[in-house]
């Protein structure tokens, strides 16, 4: 067996460590976590030998020599310029995970040659479900056994009430970190992401331009993500704006869907947009939303639909519940055509 011993005194911290650790550990690994002076120096006195220790600096002295271990790691208060060796505390699991030998986790050996595929939820029509729509998309691939993150880059979030379970909004230290991104300010958003079956950067409560958060932040932020083989799909949903940042990061987009209503406004607008997005590559679908077969469909008649198919009609809701609409087949095919 082999032991990664944690010596740390934050029981917050000891909570979200084990908890994910746990998961990641092959079988033969044991996590022994140490709180306080007295247990250590009760371990400390007989010789020992583990494969890995992360230890709060205050606890150094009293480790002494006699446990022996192939990597040590200190558990840093500070968030940038760090010492080799040390790792931010408010960086999570992620700090751990950067760091810890690879053999100690399930997944070693795996080749893994891609980044997280991410899909872009847009749309230039309001009322239309954007927002429903793209935490279903979630929610129904993370069903069909990927693991997936939900990111809103909307300068109002109001994304919470659709969650069905644990409800996080940003910690006041991260809004800070987001107006300046660096590695550190990945790990800790890592680090707060609330978990409904898929995982969702927790919504920031003020308006995002009022804390000088940019719309380029969250892209950032996602791409760092996509590419530390946390996730296979991080969905995305943009806000209505056509704002230059979000022309230039969806001009290369591998994934999008674009959510539409079947009227002749909305199906007008909607082509404007397309019109737009001159040289696209990636794949892209169309998604209708508050869909009333009663009523004239122009989807069909629209440049959108000549250019890109159209994978899910979904009908008008009268109940908003994340969970009724997954339980009803809703966002099936959507998340069917990202695959």
């Known amino acids: 067996m082999k032991t990664v011993l944690l010596i740390c005194s934050d ?54 020599t006699s446990i022996k271990a192939k990597e040590v790691f200190i558990l840093d208060d500070n968030t940038s310029d760090l010492p080799e060796g040390h790792i931010s505390k408010y960086a999570g699991i ?40 793209s935490l279903g998309l979630a929610k129904r691939l993370s ?35 987001m107006s300046y991104i660096t590695e550190s300010t990945t790990d800790m958003m890592l680090s707060e992401m609330g978990h409904v079956g898929f995982d969702y950067v927790p919504q920031m409560e003020q308006i995002t331009t009022d804390m000088k958060v940019l719309e380029s932040a969250y892209h950032e932020i ?33 994934r999008m869907v674009i959510i539409t ?38 989807v069909n008649k629209s440049l959108a639909s000549s250019k890109y198919p159209i994978c899910e009609y979904v009908p008008e809701l009268s109940e908003l519940s994340l969970e009724k609409l997954i339980d009803d087949g809703i966002f099936t095919q959507c998340a069917e055509a990202m695959l």
Request: glycine share 6%; with cysteine.
């Open 11 to 64: 029981e917050e911290y000891n909570n979200n460590i084990e908890a994910q650790l746990s998961m990641q550990f092959h079988s033969d690994v044991i996590l022994h976590i140490i709180t306080d002076e007295e247990n250590l120096k009760k371990v400390a006195s007989q010789p020992n030998e583990v494969s890995t220790i992360l230890i709060e600096p205050k606890f150094l002295q009293v480790l002494g």
């Open 94 to 133: 992620q700090a751990v995970l950067r760091v810890i030998s690879h053999k100690l986790l399930k997944h070693e050996g795996e080749v893994i040659d891609r980044d997280a595929r991410i899909i872009d939820v847009v749309s230039v029509c309001g009322g239309c479900g954007k927002t429903i729509a």
């Open 143 to 177: 069903l069909m056994g990927r693991k997936v993150l939900y990111v809103n880059t909307q300068a109002l979030q109001d994304y919470l009430p659709y969650i069905d379970g644990e409800k996080k909004v940003l910690s006041d230290a991260l809004v800070r970190q």
């Open 222 to 254: 996602v791409e760092n993500i996509s590419k530390k083989y946390v996730y296979d799909y991080i969905v995305v949903e943009h806000g209505n704006s056509l704002s230059s940042e979000m022309l230039k990061w969806l001009s290369h987009s591998e």
């Open 261 to 298: 209503k079947q009227d002749e406004i909305s199906i007008r607008r909607t082509d404007r947009f397309i019109g737009q997005l001159k040289g696209l590559k990636g794949q892209c679908t169309i998604l209708c939303g508050r869909y009333d077969n009663t009523k004239p469909n122009y």
